[in-house]
């Protein structure tokens, strides 16, 4: 589960280099940054390390895998959008649960659990437009709703947690209402208020 | 004390986010960035973990509930310029007094404290700056003396700890010495040399 | 050794100051993220910590000072760009081996490892890149091989550790890999291919 989400998540960073004169291995580094950043970021905040994908190597090489095999096909295959926002809806999905489950079993406050749920899901694609120069995409009002989408999942999630303890009504409830939302949002182009 | 610090800061994270076509979770994040960056990283490079504001959830409480307020007043309400400047300043010398507290009391030596108490002051606002794709603020010349009375106060402070230990005397006259130099660089517009 | 290191790259952090109105501070963070960035980049990945500038305050010094006396001698003296690119690469070559090692010897996985000394190598650098808003220097193509040398230098480090433990060999020889594969590709313009 967890080697699919760093795979769609690796994509996302190789697509990023697109057009923007990055050899292979700037297209390696933007996807084990969108693929680890925000595992990375949890671990730390929390001060579980050595982060997770440097105890388990295996994950690096699933994300170097992918990302090499991606940069030859991405000039190659076409694979229709909407595959890819799918695919990285269901991978914020599963990754924003798993961040918050983790902060969880590590003692963190609900409050607390459910940003870091969210951070784990959204630091990685943050990290990946810093690098190659664009505000962050979940910042900005035209990709409807992502981080939001994020945040009620890990919410539904931590709230059956501490009705229902052992996840297996927990995590998926969790997921669906993150993955429900955020193709929710694309499909009827749901927006969070802008600053003016 | 520490919670006004991180309302200050937490404001001017959302005020960046003006123009730029940003939503309020993207508001947030900047709120929050600003608001806990330079306490992160002080943490992090101590190996101070979890980070403070996982710990202390009445910190994420105070940043989100002023982040919300603040991003629906500031297109309402005129709060005038000085008023912030005068706000961030006092931010500021808190914030890198405090910083510059917890090193020495995890026996940091005095020029790695100053440069923690410095980082603890300014971190937030450099990542609130590269989130929004512009040169970090305190980088600039015409941003005055910011990060140099951060630094004159932490020095001053730490000078002061080793003759009159107890925080009664150096903290207060730390804090003045930034606050103090942070307004008068305003004023008279007293810059540092820039580069050539 | 390291603090030779250390002062290449501040030099690098204060040159990419030029032309962008930052002055004295900015230029000083500039040259501390450029030398401390990836060593600080693998110890919080490692949770080695506090991290080794923290530990060590001597490092700290010579970044300072060197970045204080770069920043007033750039306008004024003339350095060939041959020797700074040389220089550079010698550092790359030196911190690239270091990091490699420290990783092995606090137990990381070969992979890891690689990975780690390539992150100790080029984190410094991208930060530095991003601060002043410029897609990092290493995932272009018209930087020729820089990563990819220190990635391979890297390998060849960890498998000569394997066959001869002791660093006598391993480390001249990685460290010479780098070098040689980064002058080379200078010299005959070698480049990975690069996302069309």
Redesign the interface.
């Known amino acids: 589960m967890e080697h699919s989400a760093v795979a769609v998540f690796a994509v996302s960073g190789?697509l990023a280099?697109?057009g923007?004169?990055?050899?292979?291995?700037?297209?390696l580094?933007?996807a084990l940054v969108t693929a680890f950043g925000g595992g990375?970021a949890r671990d730390?905040?929390?001060?579980d390390?050595?982060?997770a994908w440097?105890r388990d190597?295996t994950l690096?090489?699933t994300a170097t895998a992918t990302a090499v095999v991606g940069?030859f096909m991405?000039?190659v295959v076409e694979v229709p959008g909407r595959l890819l926002v799918f695919a990285d809806a269901c991978g914020l999905a599963l990754v924003t649960i798993i961040g918050t489950e983790k902060a969880l079993g590590l003692g963190?406050?609900p409050?607390?659990a459910i940003?870091?749920g969210v951070v784990t899901g959204v630091a990685g694609g943050?990290l990946r437009d810093?690098?190659?120069?664009?505000?962050?995409l979940?910042?900005?009002?035209?990709t409807n709703l992502?981080?939001?989408a994020a945040?009620c999942g890990a919410a539904v999630f931590v709230a059956l947690e501490s009705w229902l303890p052992g996840r297996e009504v927990s995590a998926p409830a969790g997921a669906a209402v993150i993955l429900g939302l955020r193709l929710a949002a694309i499909r009827w182009k749901i927006?969070?208020?802008?600053?003016?």
Chains 1, 2, 3 share one sequence.
């Not at 810093?130 to 962050?136: D, F, K, R, T």
């Not at 979940?138 to 035209?142: I, T």
Request: aromatic residues 8%; proline residues 7%; charged residues 20%.
């Open positions: 190789v280099a697109r923007k004169r990055i050899d292979l291995f700037g297209a580094v933007l990375t730390l905040l929390l001060g390390l050595p982060v440097i190597a690096l090489l940069f991405v000039p963190a406050a409050t607390i940003t870091l943050i810093v690098l190659v120069g664009e505000i962050p979940v910042f900005r009002r035209d992502y981080a939001t945040l927006v969070l208020p802008e600053l003016r």
